[in-house]
Nanobody
Framework: QVHMVESGGGLVQAGGSLRLSCAASGRTGTIFTMGWFRQAPGKEREFVADTNRMIGGTNYADSVKGRFTISVDNTKNTVYLQMNDVKPEDTAVYFC???????????????WGQGIQVTVSS
């Protein structure tokens, strides 16, 4: 089992920056891909970005490409989401997740954090 805990959320003005962190614990040697999803009020959860821990590849949703950067520190089993030039439409609960698969993309995620609120004011 893998346990994941997000931190770093909060309120930020449009155009500003915020960095989310997510620390994994437990059987972290079994997970190879870590990512971020988000869910806005009244909407379904959507994929934001993910990265492969060993190969280092990254994948982003079009809506965040060029503004958000995902990275991972394997020594800390922590994945980060650097959010720059944020917009009001980025307001959502952000979830980190991980999976055993090497494949990037929104499918097959097995372990999830509890979510953390990010609110962007205009």
């Amino acid at each position: 089992q893998v346990h994941m805990v997000e931190s770093g959320g909060g309120l930020v003005q449009a155009g500003g920056s915020l960095r989310l962190s997510c620390a994994a614990s437990g059987r972290t040697g079994t997970i190879f891909t870590m990512g971020w999803f988000r869910q806005a009020p009244g909407k379904e959860r959507e994929f934001v970005a993910d990265t492969n821990r060993m190969i280092g590849g990254t994948n982003y949703a079009d809506s965040v490409k060029g503004r958000f950067t995902i990275s991972v520190d394997n020594t800390k089993n922590t994945v980060y989401l650097q959010m720059n030039d944020v917009k009001p439409e980025d307001t959502a609960v952000y979830f980190c997740a991980s999976k055993k698969s090497f494949a990037l993309g929104p499918t097959d995620y097995e372990y999830w954090g509890q979510g953390i609120q990010v609110t962007v004011s205009s």
